[in-house]
């Protein structure tokens, strides 16, 4: 029973039930397995592995990271082994898990977004799908399906009536209006949505004159964008009736509290996993103790409770 000495830290997305809001993003923490060392990853609230596409992908050139003042931005391209050997070689790895698993996706096509949620419905030991909409659509000449409402609604509308998971859609930051994003996902039947993903960056070397990324362009992470993410979170969850998933720059409880604050029901850390292993663990840790400290007894009685009027 939930009382000021035990806080209740759960909550719900769609049909499943958490045990706390701590996830840790995707594409920061590997399939999970190469951290198992650092903690029982069956305390997080879920777990949520790099993104899958339809066909394997072998991502950009080198060199793909680059580490800024506040944080790195990156170009890993999605580099991953692709849907058919996810299934195959790492989905068994979560069974021994007991904690949610929440796979991550992405196409180039709406058509296989649509493909990639009927064959994750398919396989047991999913709990719930994050849909990557920060991807170019080939099929319209590169535009992103997360900046345009007129190709996202559809996109949700048709992943929705793919499968029964719960259905949690991935917003960028690299657009004007993330909140009506957030809104056009909520009404073509999300369960959820996450935000932000990385911010589009570059960054260049005066001695060789070089871009520093292979790519050119990547995507900006960790503490940096932490103001930003907070802003846009609290445009959304004041736009959506859905729960919010926030992330971006969270290294400790203290960032994960004021996400928490400003409306996020749940949190996920990403780049602090490549700094310190054991940062989702500790996050989960230092919100109970901020809980207990200030006498909350459930979690989500936090949520939207700043002043901001
Ligand atoms: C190296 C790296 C790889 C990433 N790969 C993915 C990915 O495959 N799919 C995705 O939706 N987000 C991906 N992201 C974005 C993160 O999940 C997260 O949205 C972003 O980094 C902001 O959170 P943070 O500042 O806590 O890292 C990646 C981020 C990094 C740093």
Same mark, same amino acid.
């Given at each position: ?7 209740? $830290? ?16 995707? &594409? ?22 790099? !993104? ?6 072998? &991502? ?10 506040? !944080? ?28 949610? $698993? ?76 993330? +909140? ?37 362009? !990547? ?28 992330? &971006? +720059? ?10 928490? $604050? ?17 940062? &989702? ?22 949520? !939207? ?5």
């Amino acid at each position: 029973m939930a009382s000021i000495l035990n806080p209740d $830290l759960t909550l719900t997305i769609g049909k499943i039930r958490l045990k706390n809001p701590v996830m840790v993003a995707s &594409g920061t923490f590997g399939f999970g397995e190469e951290y198992e060392d650092f903690f029982g990853l069956d305390q997080l609230g879920a777990v949520i592995p790099k !993104g899958i596409s339809l066909k394997p992908m072998m &991502g950009n050139p080198p060199p793909r990271l680059f580490e800024t003042e506040a !944080g790195i931005i990156n170009s890993i391209g999605l580099q991953n082994p692709g849907v058919q050997d996810f299934i195959q070689n790492k989905l068994p790895y979560y069974r021994k898990i007991k904690t949610h $698993l929440i796979v991550n996706c992405f196409g180039n096509t709406q058509k296989e977004y649509v493909e990639l949620a009927r064959r994750f419905d398919e396989v047991p030991g999913i709990s719930g799908l994050e849909i990557n909409i920060s991807c170019p659509n080939v099929k319209r000449g590169g535009i992103v399906f997360g900046c345009d409402p007129k190709m996202a609604y559809p996109l949700v509308r048709e992943v929705r009536k793919a499968t029964t998971l719960p259905l949690i859609i991935k917003l960028s930051p690299n657009v004007t209006d993330i +909140g009506l994003m957030a809104k056009c996902s909520e009404d073509a039947g999300a369960d959820a949505v996450s935000l932000i993903n990385t911010i589009r960056a570059m960054a260049v070397n005066i001695h060789s004159r070089k871009p520093e990324l292979g790519n050119i362009i !990547g995507g900006l992470s960790g503490p940096a964008i932490k103001p930003i993410a907070l802003r846009m979170v609290w445009e959304v969850s004041r736009k959506v009736k859905i729960p919010v998933i926030g992330m &971006g +720059g969270i290294m400790k409880a203290e960032d994960a509290i004021e996400f928490i $604050l400003v409306g996020a029901s749940a949190i996920q850390i990403g780049t602090a996993n490549l700094i310190n292993p054991r940062a &989702g663990i500790e996050v989960l840790h230092g919100i109970r103790n901020y809980l207990l400290e200030k006498r909350i007894e459930n979690l989500q009685d936090l949520k !939207g409770s700043a002043y901001v009027g």
